[in-house]
């Protein structure tokens, strides 16, 4: 679900493969107040999947529910967040707080800015999205003419799909779920195992310090060799 919405939905800011914050919905922002109040700038020309423009209203009615403050709209396209509490890593923090809009049957229908649209979902089983033509990430992200997100609840049979070659990569907690098998790499390592990878995928250098695949950028993080 969450990788889904990730392609479907963008947040004001985005963390890049390499741990560096850069702008996503958001060119620019700035933090005053001693970082109580943050200004977010946004970028111009983003439209939603229906064809609506992105305003600040729309980011308004994502954030009431997950700041500790209030958001409001300075003009078209500026979005000032006033916190109760002073709170430096904001922009890191919003990195994961999807933008949807804020007419309700928009919301509804699953309406985003990201590089794919929804062309078919059933909740907890199967995503399938549509690549979006003329995105402004378009020279550096989505080089897919569809995705798809199949979900497979159960441990053992995503175990399975590893040995069987269905799957590259899997969470699977436990190495001994495919105990012996030299064509798979255990990570972080096989006394701590949470994901089993096998081993034509290219693995980075440097992965995320809680899962292999914590931040969901798994295009971006892994690649056939």
Known sequence: ??????????ALTEVAADGSLRGA??????GTDGGRTWAF?????????????????????????VIDGSAVADGPSRVVVRLTHAQ??????????LIRPADPQARAQGVGTGLYRVQKF??????????????????????????EFVSIPAQEV??????????????????????GDRAFMYLPDAARCQQIVH??????????????????RMAERWWRV
């Open 41 to 65: 700038d946004l970028r111009s020309g983003v439209a939603f999947h229906d064809g609506s423009p992105l305003r600040a209203q729309d980011v308004v009615a994502s954030l009431s529910d």
């Open 88 to 97: 430096a890593d904001l922009p890191y923090a919003l990195s994961g707080a």
């Open 122 to 147: 059933d909740a907890g089983r199967q995503f399938i999205g549509a690549r979006v033509a003329d995105h402004y990430k378009s020279d550096r992200a989505g080089w897919f003419d569809s995705v």
């Open 25 to 30: 919905l958001s060119t620019a922002w700035s």
């Open 158 to 179: 995503r175990a399975e799909a590893l040995r069987a070659g269905l799957v590259d990569a899997a969470d699977v907690t436990g190495a001994d779920a495919l105990t």
């Open 199 to 216: 081993r034509n995928i290219g693995v980075p250098a440097e992965i995320g310090t809680r899962h292999a695949l914590d931040d969901l």
């Open 1 to 10: 679900m969450m990788a889904a919405q990730h392609t479907v939905f963008e």
